[in-house]
């Protein structure tokens, strides 16, 4: 599967964004999805996960409560919508897949996704 971010922009605090994730090679409903950001000088770090069908997602203690994921399986497609976003939440988002076996496991760290899209990038100003 390949996998295609978009929906990025510069948007001043307080304001929203949605994000998108193409999927095209196979079915996106093979493949628990994770959102991930990586601002300059920082490690890439986790946003938020959901999985297979959607029936399940976590969210980092930063973003909780801002964010939400969700999917459309139908449109091999899936969603980051981000509210009351935050100077801090500047960064290059990525979205990542992984081969799920069915189940409600949300993958959170980096190392368990293997399909990496292009980011996109996202700046909040004050």
């Known amino acids: 599967v390949q996998l295609q971010a978009s929906g990025g922009g510069l948007v001043q605090a307080g304001g929203s964004l949605r994000l998108s994730c193409a999927a095209s090679g196979r079915t996106v409903s093979r493949y628990a999805m994770g959102w991930f950001r990586q601002a300059p000088g920082k490690e890439r770090e986790f946003v938020g996960g959901?999985?297979?069908?959607?029936?399940?997602?976590y969210y980092a203690d930063s973003v909780k409560g801002r964010f939400t994921i969700s999917r459309d399986n139908g449109k091999n497609t899936v969603y980051l919508q981000m509210n009351s976003l935050k100077p801090e939440d500047t960064a290059v988002y990525y979205c990542?897949?992984?081969?799920?076996?069915?189940?409600?496991?949300?993958?959170?760290?980096?190392?368990?996704?293997?399909?990496w899209g292009q980011g996109t990038q996202v700046t909040v100003s004050s």
């Open positions: 959901i999985n297979w069908s959607g029936g399940s997602t």
């Open positions: 990542a897949a992984r081969a799920s076996y069915g189940g409600n496991y949300v993958a959170k760290d980096r190392y368990e996704y293997d399909i």
